[in-house]
């Protein structure tokens, strides 16, 4: 059974910075491509960034891109968000989730190919 969990959230000015870490366990993580989403209250849960098991590819959606960074370490088995120049509107629980596909080559924004979450951290911007 794989377990993800994410620590790092909080509270912070507009302007500010973060880091999030998702820790991951039962489960070969270094095989397997990483995701983070995020869900506001009332909105639909929404794609922020992924990257292949490797590092080699990475992608970001554009309301975030220029702003956050996703990496892994796969020797500490942790997948992080940094997450720069902070708006209100990133307020929202984030999740970081692993594949289904061993080694995918190909990153996918959609929640449907990620079968593994963690039980989410809660981030608030204030203005």
């Known amino acids: 059974q794989v377990q993800l969990v994410e620590s790092g959230g909080g509270l912070v000015q507009a302007g500010g910075s973060l880091r999030l870490s998702c820790a991951a366990s039962?489960?070969?993580?270094?095989?397997?491509?990483m995701g983070w989403f995020r869900q506001a209250p009332g909105k639909e849960r929404e794609f922020v960034a992924a990257?292949?098991?490797?590092?080699?590819?990475?992608y970001y959606s554009d309301s975030v891109k220029g702003r956050f960074t996703i990496s892994r370490d796969n020797a500490k088995i942790t997948v992080y968000l940094q997450m720069n120049s902070l708006k209100p509107e990133d307020t929202a629980v984030y999740y970081c989730a692993a594949d289904r596909v061993w080694r995918r080559s190909v990153l996918a924004p959609t929640s449907s190919v990620y079968d593994y979450w963690g039980q989410g951290t809660q981030l608030t911007v204030s203005s």
């Open positions: 039962g489960r070969t993580f270094s095989n397997y491509a």
């Open positions: 990257v292949t098991w490797n590092g080699d590819d990475i």
